[in-house]
């Protein structure tokens, strides 16, 4: 159920256009005693901005939550790590990743880049800085299977701009041989049903779709689960 999940996500609130500064001590605390229970079975760990982090929601109706509660009721022996922080950006992340790697993936999911966009940063420096998020991912652990969220920004930005941003997601994924969700919004951006009032975060009701996009991406990755915990679900 949703209690196993380890969350990482910012416990208080840090509006979206503000840069994180450091580690909430819960933060801090949430990771120390997450620590020696992940040897225990393969880690899947988000690792984003305010969308991962279930912005304005209670943490159960986030996305990596929603994905837990499929994995343990479907039978897979997995732990998910929410490590979504409101505010980051692609250098924030960059800065934070070693903190966040105490915590060694099997399954890592990247979902950075759209505040540098919302802020009309130079993308070729956040591109440098997501490979460089990637690189320290996969010297943790080489075997890491990698998952790229894509995001997009608003035309207002300007034709180019907008282009070269949703390029740099199929680029990272490509050099890196990661697998890319073309657009994690798809389907609930611009939907004044699926937002909350600031029309950019979801509502639990958009998490469950953005899970479900998610899922399809999540799910070639996934060891079958086994007989034993098969049957111990259907007991």
């Known amino acids: ?30 990771v120390s005693e997450m620590l020696p229970a992940h040897k225990q079975r393969p880690v899947i760990l988000f690792f984003g901005n305010s969308i991962t982090a279930g912005y304005q929601l209670d943490m159960d109706d986030a996305f990596p939550a929603i994905i837990q509660d499929w994995l343990d009721s479907l039978g897979y022996n997995y732990q998910v790590v929410n490590a ?24 890592f999911v990247l979902e950075l880049g759209a505040n540098d966009g919302l802020r009309g940063l130079p993308l070729d420096q956040t591109l440098v800085n997501l490979k460089g998020i990637l690189q320290k ?6 075997n890491v299977k990698v998952i790229v969220a894509g995001m997009e920004v608003p035309p ?11 390029g740099l997601y199929a680029a990272l994924a490509q050099e890196s041989q990661s697998s890319l969700i073309p657009f994690l919004l798809d389907g609930v951006a611009g939907n004044p049903s699926l937002n909350l009032s600031d029309g950019i975060h979801p509502t639990p009701e958009g998490h469950e779709i953005l899970a ?7 799910y070639p990755f996934l060891a079958l689960p086994s007989v034993e915990t098969t049957n111990e679900k259907s007991e």
């Open 1 to 30: 159920m949703k209690n196993i999940l380890v969350s990482l996500s910012l416990f208080g609130l840090i509006w979206a256009c503000s840069p994180p500064t450091q580690q909430p001590k819960e933060v801090q605390q949430a």
């Open 84 to 107: 979504g922080l409101s505010g980051e950006t692609s250098a924030s992340g960059l800065a934070r990743i070693e903190w966040v790697l105490q915590t060694v993936p099997d399954i």
């Open 137 to 142: 991912v996969t010297a943790a652990n080489p």
């Open 156 to 166: 207002n930005l300007g034709a180019d701009y907008t282009a070269q941003f949703r």
């Open 212 to 218: 479900q996009t998610v899922w399809q991406y999540l």
